[in-house]
């Protein structure tokens, strides 16, 4: 039997082919793939710029779908289920995989971007890198599972949140989703920054107590209007630029700490010797492991972090092309972007 897979043939050029459906193998799972996010990442590779994926790529590693169909062992699944899947590909063998930091893998793949992604009808997995959504969460709020699983794991970089005063720097849709994961795990207060106040706006509906546009504000002066003198307890780099990290390092508390979520895209210049002066805690974080997923999904099904608000379009599957060309054209409005494998 065939379905439809994506193929990415080149920079900005998106193709599709009838390709067997794959039939499940011993510990595997079939996987009725219903929704995708497009994420920074994805818009890299669309553009050539992603200096790790090599072309032809078949994409796609925010998902969720259910289950089709079970391979040979494989219990605890029942088929149609709604599910999600992990898509980091690790050797277990390394140091960081054999002392349970397989995010950090030394041979680390990810699907959709140096192995096949899910972006097909149907996707045959290792049960292992299956999670259960649960029956009340949307495809939409599933396919939104990953990045969610990003936030969590950057929240949980920092010792305690529990009580704790937060800045988050860029409300792009990991910002806004690290700013409440931290809520969900326990901050008393959030701040979120940016120089476009359609993003914090958005930041607002999704539950943040405070929001500066550092365009028009300094940032040290918004700390100290969200929070008193005593500024954060730790502020997330969810932007990753000279800027948002020399505002960071300028302004944070003595003694406190900065956390670099996003990616820089080339070599920063910031001021190490306040860093190195104010004693700050400068950490970072990769990806995520299977307790961040357990996390977000519960997150979700409590209703404690909203995904709906962060869906700005749907494409249809054949439809992939125009998914990149609205996001281009809408890149400071758009924040997450679904494609209906299932239209």
């Not at 508390?253 to 820089?264: D, M, N």
Request: aromatic share 6%.
């Amino acid at each position: 039997m065939k379905m439809l897979q994506q193929v990415m043939t080149a920079p900005g050029e998106i193709s599709f082919r009838e390709v067997e459906r794959p039939v499940p193998e011993s510990g595997e799972v079939l996987v009725r793939i219903r929704r995708i996010g497009v994420c920074g990442s994805d818009i890299h590779v669309w553009h050539g710029k992603h200096p790790f994926t090599k072309y032809p790529v078949t994409q796609g590693h925010e998902v969720s779908g259910e289950i089709a169909a079970l391979g040979a062992g494989v219990d605890g699944f029942a088929v149609g289920e709604k599910v999600t899947i992990e898509p980091q590909v690790v050797c277990g063998k390394c140091h960081p995989c054999r002392h349970g930091k397989y995010n950090l893998c030394e041979e680390l793949k990810v699907m959709g971007f140096q192995t096949t992604g899910t972006a097909s009808e149907y996707f045959a997995v290792d049960a292992k890198k299956v999670t259960k959504l649960g029956e009340k969460m949307s495809f939409d709020e599933g396919a939104m599972i990953e990045p969610l699983a990003v936030a969590v794991h950057a929240a949980r970089r920092f010792s305690d949140l529990r009580g704790a005063k937060v800045a988050v720097l860029g409300a792009g849709p990991i910002g806004i989703l690290v700013a409440q994961a931290a809520k969900g795990l326990g901050a008393k207060s959030v701040l979120v920054t940016d120089v476009a106040e359609g993003r914090l706006a958005k930041a607002k509906e999704c539950g943040a107590d405070f929001t500066a546009d550092t365009s028009k504000e300094d940032f040290g002066a918004a700390m100290e209007r969200a929070f008193g003198p005593d500024k954060a307890d730790v502020i997330y780099d969810c932007a990753g630029n000279d800027v948002t990290m020399g505002q960071a390092i300028r302004y944070a508390r003595k003694g406190s700490t900065i956390i670099l979520v996003a990616v820089f895209a080339k070599p920063a210049a910031v001021d190490l010797a306040v860093l190195n002066d104010h004693e700050l805690d400068l950490n970072t974080t990769m990806m995520y492991r299977h307790e961040d997923y357990v996390t977000a999904i519960e997150l979700v099904n409590s209703g404690t972090v909203r995904l709906a608000p962060l869906v700005s379009a749907h494409f249809a599957f054949r439809d992939y092309a125009e998914a990149y060309r609205y996001i281009d054209a809408n890149r400071v409005s758009a924040m997450k972007v679904i494609i209906d494998v299932d239209r």
